[in-house]
Structure formats: structure tokens, C-alpha cells
């Protein structure tokens, strides 16, 4: 009988509630961490297509429910799915890039270079937005060094290729200060078109801002050239003293101090991507 208490007693040091006993708190808390530690690094099926641009997450679960959405070539419809950051997930055939997208409105002041890197520029408009994200954004088309007003920054590089392409026709209104008082003949001839190298330019609008001061101007227009404001006013024998982007693609200045920035809002992104 003692023998048998014995042998029992021996082989309960395998025994499961015994073994756990044995371990304690401290290292079953280290083996969780360790068996947990795959798992951090995997990202809600949803997150992963709004931090790639698409849509929001509440939308991004509508997407997968219908079936829109394939994992490594399959179709996925579990709301609960986990991917790992190498997952190849496609939207409509389009493969995703979980990066997460960020968009910045600068209101430009005068004196800086709209560039990443310039080794002879001695201010860059990348340090007006310095910490103001840890993702590498560049600006959206550009203003010249001494043009103020609304610049966009981004990674999204299909909204990129969106706002800066010719076919897409985004608005843009520049206040203009000239150096005499624009005549209403020369108004005229802005909206019918100048011939910047060989390519007429036309405005879509031109008004003055204060009847008072005609040497005040806006002007609106689509197209994407170079100093293209400058050089229409250059043409009809014109000097720009002073050149202001106020609105951009729907975005304009309100609450936005010069030398400052912004994020934009879920709601001012879905306008620019429509």
C-alpha cells in the first residue's frame, strides 16, 4: 500500500494541474508574452485597407461581407481576419499598400522651396511641417519660392497623380497683386486665352476682389504649368508683386494661419478623392 502512495505520488510530478503549479506565475506570463508575440504583428483585414487609402474601416468591413476583398488570392469575407504586414491583399485587382496615408495643408508663406531637397535652397517648405508626421509625405504639385498660400502634402500617390493631372481639371484661386491696375480689356483676354510658348492658357474666371483696387485680382483656373499665374500676367505686360493660393481642389485658408499646418479631415480627403 505504501509502495503504491509512493509510485502515485511519483508520477504526479507529470500531472497537467501539478506541472502548472510547478511553473508559477511569473513564467507562464513569459510563455503567454512569447506565443502572443506573432500575433502583434498581424493587422485587422479592415485597418489594413483604410490605412491603405480605400475607405474607412466601417466601409472596409462592408467590403469584405461582399466578398470584394481577396488575401494571397482568396476571396475573404470573415470581419474577424487577421493579415500579416506581407499579405498580398487586392481591392478590385489593385494590390494594397497598408501604409497609413496622411494628408497636411500648409498655408505657405513667401521665401520657401517647394521640394524635398534643394542643396541651394536655404528654407524648405518640409521644415514648416517638421513632426508633424513620422510617414515621408511630399508636397502636391508646387508653389514657386515666393507664391504663398495652400500646399497639400501626402503619401497617397494615386490621390498625387489624381490632383495633378491635367484631365481632372482641379480648381485653383490665386489672389493677385500687380504693380498697375488690371484693364478691363486685359480681364477679357485672360479668360479667352494667352499664348504662353506656343500653348494658349485661358482662365475660367477673373474678377477684382476690391473695385477700389484694380491692381487686386483673382483668378481661377485648372491648369497645372509652371509659374503658369505669373507668366499669363507676364504676357499682357504685367508685373506680380504679391501671389496667394487661397483655394485648392476644395480646400481653402480658413483657420489656417500663414506658417502653419493642418490635418485634413476624413471628410475634406473623401472630397478630394472624388
Not at 503567454?32 to 479592415?46: I, P, Q, S, T, Y
Not at 469575407?77 to 478590385?92: F, H, I, Q
Not at 480646400?251 to 494661419?257: A, D, M, Q, S, V
Request: some cysteine.
Amino acid at each position: 500500500m505504501k509502495d503504491r502512495e509512493k509510485r502515485v505520488k511519483k508520477e504526479g510530478a507529470g500531472d497537467p494541474e501539478k506541472r502548472v503549479k510547478k511553473e508559477g506565475a511569473g513564467d507562464r506570463e513569459k510563455r503567454v508574452k512569447k506565443e502572443g508575440a506573432g500575433d502583434r504583428e498581424m493587422m485587422r483585414l479592415n485597418k489594413y485597407i483604410s490605412n491603405s487609402g480605400v475607405c474607412s474601416r466601417r466601409d472596409a468591413d462592408n467590403l469584405i461581407s461582399a466578398g470584394e476583398i481577396k488575401v494571397d488570392g482568396q476571396t475573404v469575407t470573415d470581419l474577424g481576419t487577421k493579415v500579416s504586414p506581407d499579405a498580398r491583399v487586392e481591392y478590385k485587382g489593385k494590390l494594397l499598400n497598408p501604409e497609413k496615408k496622411v494628408y497636411i495643408l500648409l498655408n505657405k508663406p513667401a521665401g520657401y522651396v517647394s521640394t524635398l531637397d534643394d542643396p541651394h535652397a536655404d528654407k524648405l517648405v518640409t521644415e514648416l511641417i517638421k513632426g508633424a508626421c513620422t510617414e515621408r509625405v511630399y508636397p502636391v504639385g508646387r508653389l514657386d519660392r515666393e507664391t504663398t498660400g495652400l500646399l497639400l502634402f501626402t503619401n497617397d500617390g494615386e490621390l498625387t497623380r489624381k490632383l495633378t493631372h491635367p484631365s481632372q481639371r482641379k480648381k485653383k484661386v490665386y489672389h493677385v497683386h500687380l504693380n498697375r491696375p488690371l484693364t478691363r480689356n486685359d480681364m477679357i483676354k485672360l479668360t479667352e486665352g494667352v499664348n504662353i510658348e506656343e500653348e494658349t492658357v485661358a482662365a475660367d474666371a477673373v474678377a477684382y476682389p476690391d473695385n477700389e483696387d484694380k491692381t487686386q485680382v483673382g483668378i481661377e483656373l485648372h491648369s497645372g504649368q509652371n509659374r503658369v499665374v505669373r507668366r499669363m500676367f507676364e504676357a499682357l505686360g504685367y508685373k506680380v508683386k504679391k501671389l496667394d493660393r487661397v483655394y485648392f481642389a476644395g480646400l481653402t485658408k480658413k483657420n489656417l494661419p500663414r506658417g502653419k499646418w493642418r490635418h485634413l479631415s476624413f471628410k475634406e480627403v473623401n472630397i478630394l478623392k472624388r
